[in-house]
């Protein structure tokens, strides 16, 4: 288990008053998870997600608001396994939000069927 004095740059910036004003201005702006939103579902955001990751707490990407993007924990979870799996590497920051923050299917009880897609359409 690591120590509180180990905690690596990205648990400092998460636990940053910076990062917890921020956080909260962005859900105040946009209090909707933006992937159901596209497909017309008002689910209320729970958590702000970097599109494109950042290596520090100095990198422009942690607090800049065109990178951060209300979900709620559900497709928060779904993108974090999906990143994890290799997914939305080496791409622009347009293709990637483009990719990552619209579903593009749900079944009938409002449940996504298909992950993002994989590659550009």
Not at 29 to 43: D, E, K, Q, T
Not at 87 to 93: I, Q, V
Request: glycine share 4%; with cysteine.
């Amino acid at each position: 288990m690591q120590s509180t004095t180990k905690r690596t740059i990205k648990q400092q910036f998460y636990d940053s008053t910076r990062w917890r004003k921020l956080r909260l201005i962005i859900l105040r702006a946009s209090p909707l998870c933006v992937r159901c939103h596209s497909i017309g579902l008002l689910v209320p955001a729970a958590v702000v997600d970097h599109c494109i990751g950042f290596s520090d707490k100095h990198d422009t990407l942690a607090t800049d608001e065109d990178n951060l993007f209300p979900l709620c924990a559900s497709c928060h979870n779904q993108i974090t396994q999906y990143e994890k799996n290799g997914r939305y590497k080496d791409l622009s920051l347009e293709d990637t939000k483009r990719l990552k923050y619209t579903i593009r299917e749900i079944n009938s009880d409002g449940y996504v069927t298909t992950p993002p897609p994989i590659a550009l359409i």
